[in-house]
């Protein structure tokens, strides 16, 4: 089986079992939390989190491996569209099904790293923008207090999240199979967090 006829298989089978799946409370949440190492600390607290962002990492990488700068672009946009996300939760304008939304993106950042999708920069920035939105929206809704410090806790450790995934990405793009595994395992953990 060639590969992308493995990526073509893996993309269905995950379409199969995302069929199934019923309503999402994919953010666990931790109740109202202020400062700056609870920021820090929120995108390690929650697999949806914690896999969205290393996804975006990797996923930049794998389909911006030849240009460097590039690679870093939707990251950014994650953190800048995340911070916007989280001012709207604080404020409390409400936004409609944000935990779907959540799930959702760990799914589809994950057949994009199975697929190693490439998109016009605009494109992919505005993806990974609107995927921002809702776990920067989760974070915001949370926050009481000093929300400026818990805000620069939650993008420093986001960006650091990138980071360690454009690395991975990196070495993934040298492994036979190793994109296709871990999105494919990327996208069944987003699948049972839109199940749970």
């Known amino acids: 089986m060639t590969m992308r006829n493995q990526r073509i298989v893996a993309i269905a089978a995950l379409a199969v079992l995302a069929s199934g799946a019923g309503p999402a409370f994919a953010h666990t949440g931790i109740g109202h939390t202020s400062g700056f190492f609870a920021g820090v600390s929120h995108p390690f607290g929650g697999l949806d989190h914690l896999l969205a962002m290393l996804s975006v990492g990797i996923w930049s990488a794998l389909a911006n491996k030849n240009e460097t700068g590039r690679m870093w672009v939707a990251p950014a946009a994650f953190v800048v569209a995340m911070l916007l996300g989280a001012t709207l939760g604080y404020l409390n304008v409400a936004l409609p099904m944000v ?7 760990v799914i589809l950042l994950g057949l994009m790293i199975v697929a190693r999708l490439e998109l016009p920069l605009a494109v992919g920035v505005l993806v990974v923008a609107v995927f921002a939105i809702s776990h920067g929206h989760a974070h ?6 000093s929300i ?3 805000m620069a806790g939650f993008a420093i450790a986001t960006a650091t999240l990138h980071v360690a995934g454009i690395g991975l990405g990196l070495a993934l793009t040298n492994v036979r199979y190793a994109s296709i595994t871990a999105g494919t395992a990327i996208a069944a953990a987003g699948t049972y967090l839109l199940a749970a």
């Open 99 to 105: 935990e779907t939304a959540i799930a959702l993106s």
């Open 140 to 145: 915001g809704a949370e926050a009481t207090g």
């Open 148 to 150: 400026l410090a818990y």
